[in-house]
């Protein structure tokens, strides 16, 4: 059983559409992480939230804490073919992250 | 800039052959993590290195895994007799220790047991 439930499972969209994948938990988390990750790579980190109700913009990228510190949501505005990639989400409370198993996000040119 | 490193890249082993797979950390990173990621799984944490501290073994599956940490630095992840089930990409993650635990990822190991 995942810690971290992630939605959508997979995401098929075309090039300038707007998506938001969602990170949800019934634990608290200290932070909560998200990662890109591409065929035959690691995860890269893309952003740390740390407050409830943090808000962080990194260029189209957008991501949310929630209020309760248990889930997280990441938006996308007007996707290009290179936000393709697996997104995970993370949850850390001391140095152990827990992963839930990704949104996988294709975009269409 | 030195990222982390694992190889090999990609294994092959017969059921019942024990592996080796190796990761090189960041230079000055103490903290050091094992990751197994199978198909439609997130990442499934094995074990964790901190600096001289115990390691925390909790993930590690089976008693068949087991993970040393040289010098601080290179680890390696050994696992015995391997299964079937063991196939997956196996990633190493380092990280600066304290603080938010932000870890940076090698490339991974795809092992495969036929």
């Known amino acids: 059983t995942q810690l971290l439930e992630q939605s959508p499972q997979f995401l098929s969209i075309q090039e300038g559409e707007n998506l938001t994948v969602y990170c949800n938990s019934s634990?608290?988390?200290?932070?909560l992480q998200w990662y890109r990750q591409e065929p035959g790579e690691g995860p890269v980190l893309l952003v740390t939230?740390?407050?409830?109700?943090e808000v962080k913009k990194l260029k189209r990228l957008t991501f949310q804490f929630g209020d309760a510190r248990k889930d997280s949501s990441l938006h996308i505005t007007a996707a290009q073919p290179g936000d393709t990639g697996l997104y995970l989400c993370?949850?850390?409370?001391?140095?152990?992250?827990?992963f839930g198993a990704g949104t996988t996000v294709t975009v269409r040119a | 800039g030195a990222g982390v490193s694992q190889s090999p890249s990609n294994k092959v082993t017969e059921k019942g052959k024990d592996v080796e797979l190796r990761c090189d950390p960041i230079s000055g990173h103490t903290a050091l993590y094992w990751y197994r990621q199978s198909l439609g799984q997130g990442l499934e944490f094995l074990i964790y290195f901190q600096g001289n501290s115990a390691p925390d073994k909790s993930g590690l599956p089976s008693d068949r895994f087991s993970a040393e940490r040289t010098g601080g630095s290179v680890s390696t992840l050994t696992i015995q007799r391997t299964q079937q089930e063991d196939s997956a990409v196996y990633l190493c993650?380092?990280?600066?220790?304290?603080?938010?635990?932000?870890?940076?990822f090698g490339p991974g190991t795809r092992l495969t047991v036929t």
């Open positions: 993650a380092s990280s600066l220790t304290t603080g938010r635990y932000e870890q940076y």
């Open positions: 993370a949850g850390a409370n001391d140095y152990k992250l827990s």
């Open positions: 939230v740390v407050t409830g109700g």
């Open positions: 634990s608290v988390f200290s932070s």
